[in-house]
Every structure is written in structure tokens, then in C-alpha cells.
């Protein structure tokens, strides 16, 4: 069979490691997909960088339109990034009959609902592994792998940067701003680091995977996000006297009232695999009512491992080119006619146990009003713990877990608790999930 021609939108880091990739492996590529997989078309705005990478007889062109809308590309690449021009390119790739393969996160959890309907309408795939976990092949093995399974939750390391940097507070007890900085100058941080650090990120990606673990529309704006930023050494330190280690996790789960959908610093138990996950790495556990809890492992990020996600989608692109469209696998493994409108029920409603930081004044009867409005919010206490004042100072801080309550219940307690005149500033609120139902 003649091979499938590749036309790629940008060769960065990722496009870069993608070309590199597959030519070094394209002998094994091929035996697996069952024809060659040939780069036809780069286009890059970068001329220079592109023509350095390109073999002779690759087109090398600025304009990703000449790309898109060359009738001899199959599949189109898109490894540009952003939400404009990349969106306007895949839809003409789409419109003009030609598969696309995509590690674009955000433009997907944003416009994902359009782009998969506009696919579905031309009877083209649109493949995403590198758009969440880097190397991890975890949609495959959510659309596919567990395909016999009803999930009921998914907790993710999902975010590189933000676990090197709790990782690195944690083992030496830095700052959360010394470590950025290192995190920045290793190139494991941008310049703005701000989709990493405050979890923006992590909610593009467990979106998607919220979306085919529960066969829902793809939902973005109906995230709760809380990132890193807030973090202290001192609720490291704590964690750790506790049993607990924190992560920044995405979170999605099934519960009576309808889907949860949150990225937030969360407290896990040390015993627990994923707590242990550190410096750049991903990890992701799906709980599936069969195979029970499934953890999957691996770079989140980096040229070449992103770049195995994108060859494999294109292998299966390639064995599937002609296959009739209603025998492949769907975008979000369920049926478009089929998905739920299970409703992503809002954050003040979700059920979960709780890690409060209060600072307090040392005197008799601070911990009897605390207690007390906890009480009257039917929360119950799991752990106290109460630190020494300093000699320069007399107040305190009381460190309380709760077991299951409702976040409105603690909203409220924390409104109540930071009222007292023996309370100063905010009381600090990390949540808690045990990862073992």
C-alpha cells in the first residue's frame, strides 16, 4: 500500500520530537501500522528551524493553509498550540476530508464539542492522546481498556511542573517561589507559569478525560480550579505529621447527584501509591467497578515522549484510514447521539474531608469556640493538632482534619471561625481524598 502522507503544523518542541520519532523508528512504525507513514508537508512559522529538520523532498512552507488544503495530505498534525489559528486550521483540515492528530489540550477543552461534531459530520478522526498525560497512553486506555468497566473516579498527577515544585518544597524545604524559579531556569516552568501553577492545565486535561470516562459533553467552564500558589512549607510539613503528602490533582467522579470536575491541591495518605510520584512525573488512577483501581505512570511531558502519544494516534489513524466511520472508535468513546446530560454538579456541593489551618491566639478557650461552630455545621473532627507558639509571638496555629462533609457546611464553618476576635487572618483550607472507594 502507498504510505499515509503526514502534513505537520509546527515543529517545536513536540513537532520536532514527532519528526525525529518517526523517522528513526519509521521501519518498526510501519510493521505495526501495516503501510509507511511518510512527513509530506511541514509548515512552521519558523522557516529556518523547519528547513534544518526537514529530509529532501519535504515541502517546507509558513502557511499552515497550503498544508490543510493539499488534497495529497491524509492526515494533518497540529502541534502549534493555542485556541485561533490552530482551531481555524483543524476545522478546514477536517472540512476538506483529512484527519487530525492533536496534542492541543486547551483548544479541545474548550471547542472540543465542535470540533468533534464537525469530524463526525465529514466522517474523519480527530485523535488526541498527547493532548493529556504526555506519554501516558491514558485515553487509549479509557476509551478502549476499560471499555467493560462503569468508572466511577479518576485522580491525576496531571501537571509536571506543579508536582517538581511540591516535590521539591517538600524534600528541601524551600519556598514556593525559590523552587519556581528553579523550576523556571531547569525549562520545567515558562516564562509564565501561570496555566501550571494555578491548575489551569490540569483542568484542560482532566476535562477530557471527565468527558470519555462519563460519556458527557466536553465541559471546561464548569471546572473548579485552585492551584499552588497558596501553598506554605509549613502545610508540607504538617501534611507529612499527618500521614498525608500533597499533590495538586485533577479530580472527576460519579456520585448520586451527577459528575464532580475539580483541580485543586489535595492531601492524599502517604500508603497510597500516587502519593509518592515526584519531580516531573505523571501518574493518573482510574477506578473502574470491574477492574477496581488501575494506575498508570509516566512522562507528562518533554519531546519525545509526547511524541510516542502522537505516533501511536497516527498508527491508528493509519490502520483505521479506511475503515467505515461508524466502526471506529468514538472521540469520547461514547456515541455522540448517546452521551449523558448527567449535569457537573457546582463545588459547594461536593462531598469530601477537609485539612484547616487556623492561626489562633494561645489562650484558654480558643479551641472550645472552634470546635463548637464546627459542630453546629455537622462536621465531624478526625484529627487536631496543635503546634507551640514562638517565643516572639502569642499566637498558634491549630492544625484540624475533618471526616466526609458537604464544602458548603465548611464554607460556612470558615466564615464563622474567622469572625472570632482570637483568629488571625484567613483560615487555610486543602482538601482530602483517601483514593481507596
Known sequence: MNPIQIGLLGVGTVGGGTYTVLKRNQEEIARRAGRGIVVKMIADTNLERARSLADTGVIVTSDGHEVTQNPEIDIVVELIGGQTIAKELILEAIANGKHVVTANKALLANHGTEIFAAARAKGVIVAFEAAVAGGIPIIKALREGLTANRITWIAGIINGTSNFILSEMRDKGLSFETVLAQAQKLGYAEADPTYDIEGIDAAHKITLMSAIAFGIPVQFSKVYIEGITKLTGDDIRYAEELGYRIKLLGITKRVEKGIELRVHPTLIPVRRLIANVEGVMNAIVVKGDAVGATLYYGAGAGAEPTASSVIADLVDVTRLHTADPMHRVPPLSFQPDLLSDTPVIPMDQVETSYYLRIQVVDKPGVMAEIT?????????????????????????????????????????????????????????????EELNN
Open 372 to 432: 463548637r461552630i464546627v459542630a453546629e455545621q455537622n462536621i465531624s473532627i478526625s484529627a487536631l493538632l496543635q503546634k507551640e507558639a514562638s517565643d516572639e509571638s502569642d499566637q498558634v496555629s491549630v492544625i484540624m482534619l475533618t471526616h466526609l462533609t458537604v464544602e458548603k457546611n465548611i464554607n460556612a464553618a470558615i466564615s464563622r471561625i474567622e469572625a472570632l476576635p482570637v483568629v488571625a487572618g484567613k483560615v487555610f483550607r486543602l482538601r482530602i
